[in-house]
């Protein structure tokens, strides 16, 4: 039985195959994600701050590719009055693990198996991307993001949290240097990466912030940084 150590990559394997998140990832994956993602926990215990700031009353709430369901349970935390939370994963095998938590009983959490891009966004005060938007094609993404926006109301915050695209190794160097402190070897680190070539494709926080900005979010700010991780908060407008 797993321990929840994320081993996936410990071994040389013959065909890295591309990334899924499968059941196996889906067992081990608050280990993967807290050992790989810098300022994890921040950007989590502040998703529930930032969004009971701004969730309106018979408004709708969605966490996009929710995993787990650790930026819903810091919603549902945090929200000091009744909602409903829509969290949607195309992972079956993720999903499945959302159950384990303890969600305040006020708030409502409708988990759904389904891919993001066909979910209609409507009448949305608070939307969460945390760390999502990163796997869905280039070419796709500003059609994405504009339909977000299109069901979101005016003053209502979209949450993106994403790897970033950096001008020179400088970050991505010190993030590599994270995950071996974090007990990932040489060749878990670089497996890993191959397993997320075309799969995982970051951008400049610069193209997130001007995308964001056409789609009609007035006001942008990066409220956060961690090595290459950057978390944006957009307001609607
Ligand atoms: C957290 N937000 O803990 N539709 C729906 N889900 C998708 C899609 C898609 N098209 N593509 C990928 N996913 C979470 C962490 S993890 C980040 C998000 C990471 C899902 C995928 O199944 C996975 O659960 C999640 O997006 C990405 O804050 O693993 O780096």
């Not at 494709?201 to 990066?222: C, M, N, Y």
Request: hydrophobic share 40%; glycine share 6%; with cysteine.
């Amino acid at each position: 039985m797993s321990d929840g150590r994320d081993r996936l990559y410990a071994e040389p394997l013959s065909d890295v195959e591309a990334f899924v998140f499968d059941e196996k990832v889906a067992a081990v994956f608050p280990d993967m994600i807290r050992r790989s993602v810098p300022g994890y926990g921040s950007v989590i215990a502040l998703t529930g701050i930032i969004a009971a700031r701004y969730y309106q009353p018979g408004s709708r709430i969605y966490d996009l590719g929710c995993s787990q369901g650790a930026s819903t349970l810091s919603i549902a935390r945090q929200l000091k009055q009744p909602a409903t939370i829509r969290a949607v994963d195309n992972s079956q095998a993720m999903l499945d693990l959302c159950s384990s938590h303890d969600y305040p009983s006020s708030v409502d959490v409708a988990f759904t198996c389904a891919d993001m891009r066909d979910v209609i966004v409507e009448k949305a005060s608070v939307v969460v991307l945390n760390y999502t938007l990163q796997f869905i094609p280039l070419v796709e993404r500003d059609a994405m993001i504009g339909r977000i926006a299109d069901g979101m109301l005016p003053g209502g915050v979209l949450l993106l949290s994403e790897k970033l695209a950096m001008p020179d190794d400088l970050l991505t160097g010190l993030h590599h240097a994270f995950k071996q402190a974090n007990g990932y070897s040489e060749l878990e680190v670089s497996q890993k990466r191959t397993a997320l070539e075309n799969i995982l494709v970051p951008e400049t926080a610069q193209t997130h912030s001007d995308r964001l900005h056409k789609a009609g979010f007035g006001r942008v700010e990066q409220w956060f940084q961690c090595l290459n991780f950057g978390s944006f908060l957009a307001i609607r407008t």
